[in-house]
């Protein structure tokens, strides 16, 4: 029924136990206890390493009609609401939270990012939102509003914005990796610097425990600089865990790492030189087919 979130409700799904904290987002935020956090009048929606709680902020006075409006079979779990001037935060909880650092499960993570956009267009939310902080529902500040106890899967929550034809399409993941928000900062940092982080591979010449530390240290100072790139950035946590995921993966895992430096180093001039002919050769046929066309366009006005 709906109605103002219980402790026991909220809490449930609330999973942070050290998180960001603030009465007053202008002032900045800060890192805090559970139960202190509650306190305050925004807190952060996630922990730093995975995220069950899909948040849309929608910043218009009808924002809670734009929320709960033709979704009578996956409405939001909370709408939180600022009786000042209408904007709100909608609230989807997840039935498995989403990890946003360990190298495998990379794909779920840019999965989510595609439905936490399907959901901000079907409410024509801010698309700036980066997702970290949100209206605490249990504060008085706010008008929050409870409407259902339900988890979701990402799958349903597609399903149903696929049919109403919010869903963005395939290419967005690519064209948003230029300026991305929420999830897709994650995406982002982590899809750049592993593709950085293959070619520093050559610059560790054996791989002893000091070239193992090497590409850490090498890896942690190129996902910093990525994510102070950003106005918003990750906080510091998820970030190193980002870069400690991609260490991981590069030096218990992949070949380029297990076959050293000389191989790898082998096995890319290969592939690229590979590459060059195969660019070259589709090179030349469009080369000839041009001119081929420029031939017979001459001759037809010969004949003519």
């Known amino acids: 029924m709906p109605g103002r979130p219980s402790s026991g409700q909220w809490e449930q799904l609330w999973l942070p136990l050290w998180p960001y904290a603030s ?3 202008w002032r900045g935020i800060y890192r805090t206890g559970r139960s202190e956090a509650l306190t305050r009048r925004y ?24 929320a709960v409006n033709e979704r009578g079979g996956w409405p939001p779990n909370a709408v939180v609401e600022n009786r000042a001037n209408g904007h709100a935060h909608a609230v989807w909880a997840l039935a ?58 990402l799958s349903e929550l597609e399903d149903r914005l696929r049919d109403a034809g919010d ?9 948003r990796r230029a300026n991305p928000v929420g999830l897709g900062r994650n995406c982002a940092i982590f899809e750049t610097a592993r593709h950085w982080a293959y070619r520093r591979v050559r610059d560790c010449p054996d791989r002893t425990p000091a070239s193992v530390e090497h590409l850490r240290r090498l890896i942690t100072a190129e996902v910093a600089d990525l994510n102070a790139g950003y106005s918003e950035p990750l906080p510091a946590s998820e970030a190193a865990a980002i870069a400690a995921s991609i260490h991981r993966w590069i030096t218990t895992k992949s070949r380029m790492w297990a076959d050293g430096a000389t191989t790898y180093e082998a096995t890319l001039i290969a592939i690229q030189s590979a590459r060059g002919r195969k660019g070259g050769l589709a090179s ?8 081929q066309q420029i031939l017979d366009a001459e001759s037809e006005g010969n004949i003519r």
């Open 23 to 25: 009465d007053e987002l």
């Open 167 to 175: 869903m963005p399409p395939p290419g967005w993941a690519r064209i």
């Open 96 to 153: 498995e939270p989403v990890t946003r650092t360990e190298y495998a499960r990379r794909k779920p993570l840019a999965y989510a990012a595609a439905v936490v956009e399907g959901l901000r267009r079907s409410v024509d939310g801010d698309a700036a939102y980066s997702g970290l902080m949100t209206k605490n529902p249990r504060h008085d500040s706010w008008d929050a509003t409870w409407l259902t106890d339900r988890l979701y899967s």
């Open 284 to 291: 030349g046929h469009a080369r000839r087919a041009i001119w």
């Open 43 to 66: 807190i952060q929606a996630n922990p730093d390493v995975l995220s069950n709680l899909l948040v849309v902020d929608i910043d218009h006075p009808d924002a809670f009609l734009r």
